[in-house]
């Protein structure tokens, strides 16, 4: 056997050449002009930048507006009306139609919502269609639109049927009072039945407002004790004239500076 004879030299790269690779590489940003950049510094340093500006218009808005505080929360409070934050304004008012709420709260706390999540969850695997026209996916674009509606809808309704001013009453800062408890006046509170919807230390609830630093004369609070203001009906003081001093001086002594 000669030397060299009866042998191959078999050759195989899976490195392309220079010029398979050049011809692979994207085209120079330069041959799009207006049209497209590099992700990195150009575009990422724009997004950063219209975000700070949103950030410190964000703090700005915080530092003027501050967020509005209530009265610490009291679990025993069964008259206050909670108010979610806006986000959730839509489904709080669901929550007030007839079949949405009581023996069907579950239709509308999960049946509703569930069914319009599971929907968006599922929107790409039921509408894969190549188009992105609107007017061409009316399925999808409808529900959609009716989707936001919705929620629009519900999101006003829930603003605007909403009662503030109670909601104020409710939420107003009160300063501590201490309650001197063997006041005559608080034992006239007391057996008039006074403390079942005003709360022991005075403190309001179940609809009915705090007594402390109310800044009402004597006279006042015993022409409310006697017809009534609001919820309050009228005639529900049942003592004498003397019990009625009492009280109202109690009353309208407590938080007086």
């Not at 409710?170 to 007391?190: L, M, R």
């Not at 630093?213 to 009906?233: D, F, R, S």
């Not at 049942?238 to 001086?249: I, V």
């Amino acid at each position: 056997m000669h030397k060299g004879k009866g042998m191959k030299f078999v050759g195989d790269s899976r490195v392309l050449a220079p010029e398979a690779r050049k011809k692979m590489l994207p085209k120079d940003y330069s041959e799009y002009p207006g049209k497209t950049e590099a992700f990195w510094p150009n575009f990422l340093l724009k997004e950063w930048m219209v975000g700070a500006v949103f950030l410190v218009g964000f703090l700005c808005l915080t530092i003027a507006h501050p967020a509005p505080l209530e009265r610490i929360a009291d679990p025993t409070d069964t008259g206050y009306i909670p108010l979610p934050d806006w986000y959730f304004l839509f489904l709080y008012q669901l929550l007030k139609y007839s079949y949405a709420s009581g023996p069907y709260t579950v239709i509308g706390a999960l049946v509703i919502p569930g069914l319009a999540f599971g929907g968006l969850l599922l929107a790409p695997f039921l509408d894969n269609g190549p188009e992105r026209r609107p007017f061409r996916r009316p399925v999808a674009t409808g529900m959609m639109l009716l989707a936001l509606a919705a929620t629009v809808f519900l999101t006003w309704q829930s603003v605007a049927t909403h009662d503030w001013a109670a909601a104020e009453r409710q939420g107003k800062i009160v300063a501590k009072v201490e309650i001197d408890k063997s006041n005559p006046g608080y034992e006239v509170f007391k057996s008039q039945g006074c403390i079942n919807c005003h709360g022991e230390n005075l403190q309001g609830g179940a609809g009915a407002p705090a007594l402390t630093a109310t800044g009402l004369k004597p006279e006042e609070i015993a022409n409310i004790a006697k017809n009534g203001k609001g919820a309050m009906p009228k005639g529900i003081f049942k003592g004498n004239d003397k019990q009625l001093k009492q009280l109202t001086e109690f009353i309208s002594g407590l938080g007086e500076k």
